[in-house]
């Protein structure tokens, strides 16, 4: 019978969320020890100077004469009963946290053609600690956006893109926050000519589904969505998918196009149509 894959289908996705819910109940991946990690791993430089600052206010540093380890457990990065880091901790603050999970990387390729057999035009790993990957995105998306002066009047003239830089970069924000740290996979930042797409390991996550997406949210990795935020690449849990969709109706880009499957969650974008200014009908 058609019906029986469609009926194997749901009972894998309740499956999946049950078995999710009961890790997060417990604690998530990202906040479990990474037992084969020691606290030798962590940079205190970048902990001190690029995190804790922003996570803590100044008057509480102050304060605070607390070891190096209860300083990181405090904020999930450091497992105590294990004595090491937690997975948070190694994706923030070890130089190569592939050593540990091999997938935590974003592969670039940009290709000639509008599929993956075409020519590979240019091939970038983003990789080190979140915020070094973080970085690099930002610098590989204002290499590769293509932005050109329309007239707005005999006297003056804009500048538009193929694609708005915010929307991409919140869907790339959205797919490192979300995907599965135990998959060995990347998240896959694909170029084409007409159109981008984004893709990472992990399905949609707990209450999340295709029905309610993306008004209602789960979070697979609650403590690196806390150091995204910390780090000042997203302010407001939950929008990201929202202000991506809202930044390119202005700029007359087609709607996103997403694809939902137990064990992956992909993006498309489409590139703008049209000449016609960002904003206009």
């Not at 290499?143 to 006297?155: G, T």
């Not at 029905?211 to 609650?222: D, H, I, L, S, T």
């Not at 990201?240 to 880009?253: E, F, P, Q, T, Y």
């Amino acid at each position: 019978s058609c019906l029986a894959p469609r009926r194997a289908s749901a009972r894998e996705q309740e499956d999946r969320i049950l078995s999710e819910r009961r890790v997060s109940y417990a604690k998530s991946f990202d906040a479990l020890p990474c037992l084969e990690s020691t606290l030798a791993d962590l940079s205190q430089e970048r902990f001190y100077l690029s995190y804790l600052r922003r996570a803590v206010a100044e008057e509480v540093i102050a304060q605070n004469e607390r070891p190096f380890k209860l300083q990181l457990a405090s904020l999930r990065l450091f497992d105590l009963t294990q004595d090491c880091p937690t997975n948070a901790g190694v994706l923030l603050l070890v130089d190569a946290p592939t050593y540990y999970l091999p997938g935590a990387y974003v592969q670039f390729v940009r290709y000639a053609g509008r599929d993956v057999t075409s020519d590979v035009i240019d091939e970038k790993r983003a990789m080190g600690d979140l915020h070094t990957i973080l970085q690099t995105l930002d610098l590989l998306l204002d290499v590769n956006l293509r932005q050109y002066p329309v007239p707005v009047s005999a006297l003056r003239e804009t500048i538009l893109s193929d694609y708005p830089k915010v929307a991409v970069r919140e869907l790339l924000i959205n797919a490192i926050m979300h995907r599965n740290y135990q998959s060995n996979a990347p998240v896959r930042f694909y170029w084409f000519p007409d159109h981008i797409e984004i893709n990472n390991p992990g399905g949609l996550y707990g209450e999340a589904s295709p029905e309610n997406f993306p008004y209602a949210v789960g979070y697979r990795n609650p403590v690196i969505a806390e150091a995204i935020r910390v780090l000042g690449y997203t302010n407001r849990f939950g929008q990201g998918v929202l202000r991506a969709r809202k930044a390119l109706d202005i700029n007359h880009n087609p709607p996103a196009r997403f694809i939902f499957d137990p064990h992956w969650f992909s993006v498309r974008i489409e590139a703008r149509v049209g000449n016609g200014l960002p904003g206009q009908d």
